[in-house]
């Protein structure tokens, strides 16, 4: 299975971003996929999470500002992002469940900065 994040970049405070990762190659269904994020110095950490019946999980950090949605004919999930913080600043990794296997994305850098 493989996963292709997009839709980072640099962005003011304040600011909003849509990430998006589509997976290929699965043969069978996914189940829950998520995003992540690894900021410098910092260990990966937990974002936002969305089973494949649509129920939702967020970190504290994220809550009221973050958005995790899913287009399960594309296998894709979306993160939209917004009011966002410099500290938001991190590589974004998306990955997803195949039964008990777990796939990771490349990352994708966002920059939150004036």
């Known amino acids: 299975v493989q996963l292709q994040a997009s839709g980072g970049g640099l962005v003011q405070p304040g600011g909003s971003l849509r990430l998006s990762c589509a997976a290929s190659?699965?043969?069978?269904?996914?189940?829950?996929m998520g995003w992540y994020r690894q900021a410098p110095g910092k260990q990966r950490e937990l974002v936002a999470t969305?089973?494949?019946?649509?129920?939702?999980n967020y970190a504290d950090s994220v809550k009221g500002r973050f958005t995790i949605s899913r287009d399960n004919a594309k296998s894709t999930v979306y993160l939209q992002m917004s009011s966002l913080k410099p500290e938001d600043t991190a590589v974004y990794y998306c990955?997803?469940?195949?039964?008990?296997?777990?796939?990771w994305g490349q990352g994708t850098q966002v920059t939150v900065s004036s």
């Open positions: 969305i089973t494949g019946g649509r129920l939702t």
């Open positions: 190659g699965s043969r069978f269904s996914i189940s829950t």
């Open positions: 990955n997803c469940h195949v039964y008990t296997n777990v796939y």
